[in-house]
């Protein structure tokens, strides 16, 4: 199993253990993906799963650029407008870190907010 895939279990794992309830895996929309939609109190939630095995050119959360947000934003619209156009939405950011064959996880919840061009 890859690193990433290995992250996006892990990640799935922990959403599940805190309640959430997994809805979608590397949804495609268009050449857009989300890594994870999921459901948690009422709301929508889409994460960026990001992992790394060792963060010397920065931490995983890092690597969520603007470029990757907007495909995300474009992502979650298709996503809502098809299966729940009347939801709140938020995107949450999962990174992940492997170290000595240890997960380290940290949730950044509302990491970014859509914007309007």
């Known amino acids: 199993m890859n690193l990433?895939?290995?992250?996006?279990?892990?990640a799935c794992r922990y959403l599940e253990g805190q309640g959430?309830?997994?809805l979608e895996r590397n949804y495609r929309a268009g050449r857009?993906?989300?890594?994870?939609?999921?459901?948690?109190?009422?709301?929508l939630v889409v994460f960026?799963?990001?992992t790394r095995s060792?963060?010397?050119h920065g931490h995983p959360e890092d690597f969520v650029t603007a470029a990757?947000?907007?495909?995300?934003?474009?992502?979650?619209?298709?996503?809502l407008e098809q299966h729940f156009p009347q939801a709140s939405l938020?995107?949450?950011v999962i990174a992940v870190e492997i170290k000595y064959n240890s997960l380290i996880i940290n949730h950044f919840k509302d990491a970014f907010y859509p914007y309007q061009e």
């Open 68 to 79: 990757k947000q907007k495909h995300m934003v474009r992502a979650a619209g298709h996503y």
């Open 90 to 92: 938020r995107f949450d």
């Open 48 to 50: 960026e799963v990001k």
């Open 32 to 43: 857009d993906e989300l890594d994870i939609i999921a459901k948690h109190e009422g709301m």
């Open 54 to 56: 060792r963060n010397s």
């Open 4 to 10: 990433g895939r290995k992250g996006e279990e892990a």
């Open 20 to 22: 959430y309830e997994v």
